[in-house]
């Protein structure tokens, strides 16, 4: 069963002590049902305060932000896989629009981060979307199967423990999301990718993110080709967020 799956992107938001803050408020009123999983991501120096917190919660777990590839060496800045393993992660986002927008991180490198998380055992949360130009030049489609083509040699057992989140790019932090419609079309377009490449249809799990809000969630989760969300600003608030992952 696969379930609702809800990310928390706190971006370079809530230090150590914002985030344990967060958490037991969350906690006090949290009443997880056994259906969904809550993932938070947290900056990476709040992630082991996060996951004290949320230690033996079941449905629940944090992440990383962004990962290397590489398992060690000089790369300053830069946290590996085997480190997300010993904290006890349950993966990393990577290719978020901001890293590759604002960090100019290429399709290849997200390519590198997801295989090294997967062959772990770890799950990516690998995020693709248009920009408002592409999309209004008819060309969502060929833009996120360019975002997904890097990971199109690995095999169908890794390939379907990727989650993917499609975030539209002008509905990040804008306020304007994508219509439920809107979101259903390219979720299907990225199931038929992944089943091409010999993963059920039904098994890959698939993200929406782009200003989703405690008013707007109830609407995008009824949607069936939406497995969960991907949310930005309205996770930094306990109340906001709890009113979304208990929708
Ligand atoms: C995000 O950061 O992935 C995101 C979707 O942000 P927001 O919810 O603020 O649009």
Redesign the pocket.
Known sequence: MKGRLFCA?W?MHHGPRAARRFLELFLRSYNGAGDRRVWFFPPAVSLTAVLEMIQGRAGLGAGAQNVHWEAKGAFTGEISVPMLVEAGAVGA?VG???RRHIFGEKDEEAGKKARALLEAGLTPVF?VGEKLEEREAGRTWEVVERQLQVLGDLPPSLLERVVV?Y?PVW?????R?ATPGDAAEVHRAIRSWFAGRGVAVDATVVLY?????PSNAKELLAEPEIDGV??????LDPESWLSIVQT
Do not use: D, Q
Request: with cysteine; net charge negative.
């Open positions: 992107n971006k986002i978020h629009s901001e995020c989140a975030e509905a990040i932090g804008t306020g999301n993110g782009g200003s989703v809000n991907l949310v930005g600003g309205a996770s």
